[in-house]
């Protein structure tokens, strides 16, 4: 009956240690918080800043998502994306990262999804760049591209590229005054 004992104990120990994996980076779902640039002025046609309402929710839109755990912060190359997306990055010590929203969108959601595969990540794009974006990811087409005047959406999409589950949120307008 001793002989037993130290076999047991050697399986028991074996058992004990068995690796639990690790998910690769394929598999780690990453929290992606789309928004469109906030309220946009006339000053330039071209490329305009925002308007006092939109740096008032580019500063709610920080406020809100300062304790949400971002770990990256993506926009377009205007003024009106960097301003909306610079102050949750100046709360958070980031540096805002510029994509080209001319570029193929789902070619851009998988570097991001493969450099930040696991975290959460702002990207704040246009009216047409974001719906085309949360169709991406979430593999459907239920989003059209936002009205002009339509600044009140906020689309977290959680999941892997192509079957991402998407929560729409709106940003009242009044508590961005």
Aim: with cysteine.
């Amino acid at each position: 009956m001793m002989r037993w004992t130290p076999l047991f104990g050697l399986l028991t120990l074996l058992i004990g240690c068995q690796s639990h994996t690790i998910p690769s980076a394929k598999e780690q779902s990453t929290q992606y918080f789309l928004v469109r640039h906030a309220e946009k002025g006339q000053d330039d046609p071209k490329d305009p800043t925002l308007t006092a309402t939109g740096e008032a929710r580019a500063q709610l839109l920080a406020r809100e998502l300062s304790q949400a755990g971002i770990r990256a912060i993506y926009s377009t190359d205007y003024q009106r994306t960097r301003l909306t997306a610079q102050p949750l990055a100046d709360r958070l010590g980031l540096e805002v990262q510029i994509y080209d929203a001319k570029r193929d969108l789902g070619e851009f959601l998988h570097e991001v999804q493969s450099t930040h595969a696991g975290d959460k990540v702002l990207i704040v794009g246009h009216s047409n760049t974001i719906p085309n974006m949360a169709n991406i990811l979430s593999g459907k087409e239920s989003y059209q591209q936002f009205d002009d005047a339509d600044y009140n959406h906020l689309l977290i999409v959680t999941g892997m590229l192509g079957q991402g589950v998407v929560t729409d949120l709106s940003i009242s307008p009044c508590l961005a005054e």
